[in-house]
């Protein structure tokens, strides 16, 4: 188990393993339970969730929305929710997302937790307490900070993952690693995808690891001003990625930023060589995309859009090891890579 402590309340518990059994347990006793899920969990999961009241939001970014928001406080109101109503998150992360947002605001905030069933969820989505929707088009543009009570990673739930969608997870599981645990990256040098989801004690051990990377960080930096930063490794690139392709998912467009921002690092002298190489076989054993064929001048340009940037200068989470990185501020002219 992993807590994240809370300011004024028991702290946030985070269960990894065999552990969907253990719901009723975490309910608090006597309080109504409404269940927000998503029609995909729905179908691998009817029971148990059905034997709660239920609402069923669509799937996709696109309606990770504040129309979707309204439609579950209707619903709320209509099944009679009241401040009492304990509110379970039960899916992947844009459902994590919009119960934690949708429960901290009904009534100015109910009691909730979450059954997180992508294994992006788990490592990421559901830990430190972010939650939001997007408007116009822009990605979580409202939101607030909120933990829940309790988050169930069943690794059970993860064999109806589509596997693109398992790979995805592994990649921000890579990340964590390279920010901060080497012997959560060496699992990855010697497991394949299909080999962590043969042996679950070792998936247990893989999730709890990177749940621990990123909760230790969120501890240390509840509100994003330092440390929090770190998190982002390989995500400006991949957000420029994802700007001017629809090719790869976020985890595909994460792996390949990984590489491009070891390789800078490289060239800029600060990681060894052969630091960067096991860091790109990692991301290939796990399946992920290493490389992209768009223009290197497109990724700068969209890169120099984005908001890190002050006039020629980037602020760069950059590896130092594998296990270890650093935050500088980086002349635009040694940004570069294979
Ligand atoms: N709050 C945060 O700190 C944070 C961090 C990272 C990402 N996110 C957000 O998370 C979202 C992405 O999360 P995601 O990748 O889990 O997307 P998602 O919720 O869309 O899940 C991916 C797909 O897998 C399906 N699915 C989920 N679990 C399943 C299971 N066990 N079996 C079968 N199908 C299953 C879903 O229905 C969906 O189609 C984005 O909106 C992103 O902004 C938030
Ligand atoms: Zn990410």
């Not at 969907?20 to 148990?48: A, C, F, K, S």
């Not at 979707?68 to 304990?86: M, Q, S, V, W």
């Not at 039960?90 to 934690?100: A, E, Y």
């Not at 430190?128 to 988050?151: C, E, H, L, S, W």
Request: net charge negative; aromatic share 6%.
């Amino acid at each position: 188990m992993v807590e994240i402590p809370r300011t004024g309340k028991t702290p946030s518990r985070i269960l990894v393993g065999d552990v969907l059994g253990r719901l009723p347990e975490l309910l608090p006793e006597g309080r109504r339970t409404v269940v927000i899920t998503d029609p995909n969990l729905m179908q691998h999961y009817g029971e148990p969730i059905s034997r709660f009241e239920h609402i069923v939001i669509p799937t996709g970014e696109e309606h990770k929305t504040l129309d979707t928001i309204a439609e579950i406080y209707r619903r709320l109101i209509e099944l009679g929710a009241d401040r009492k109503t304990f509110i379970v998150g039960f899916g992947g992360g844009i459902v994590t997302d919009i119960t934690g947002f949708a429960a901290s605001t009904y009534m100015r905030g109910v009691d909730f937790g979450f059954v997180a069933t992508s294994l992006l969820a788990q490592v990421d989505a559901s830990v430190g307490g972010k939650n939001g929707v997007n408007v116009g088009g822009y990605k979580n543009m409202a939101g607030v900070f909120n933990q829940p009570d309790f988050v169930l990673c069943d690794t059970d739930t993860l064999q109806t993952l589509p596997p693109r969608e398992f790979r995805a997870g592994l990649a921000e599981m890579i990340k964590a690693a390279i920010i901060a645990d080497p012997a959560l990256f060496r699992i990855f040098e010697s497991h394949s995808p299909e080999d962590l989801l043969a042996d679950k004690a070792l998936l247990t051990k893989a999730i709890t690891s990177a749940i621990r990377v990123k909760a230790h960080i969120v501890e240390a930096d509840e509100r994003e001003a330092g440390e929090r930063r770190k998190l982002n490794l390989g995500h400006t690139l991949a957000h420029a990625i994802e700007k001017l392709t629809r090719e790869f998912n976020h985890g595909e467009a994460v792996a390949i930023g990984l590489v491009q921002i070891a390789e800078i690092s490289t060239k800029m002298g600060l990681l060894a060589p052969t630091q960067k190489d096991r860091i790109v076989r990692a991301l290939q054993k796990a399946g992920l995309p290493t490389r992209t064929d768009l223009p290197k001048a497109q990724l700068l340009q969209a890169l120099t859009h984005d908001k890190k940037v002050e006039q020629d200068k980037l602020w760069l989470i950059l590896p130092v090891a594998i296990g270890d990185v650093i935050l500088k501020e980086t002349p635009l002219n040694e940004v570069s890579w294979d």
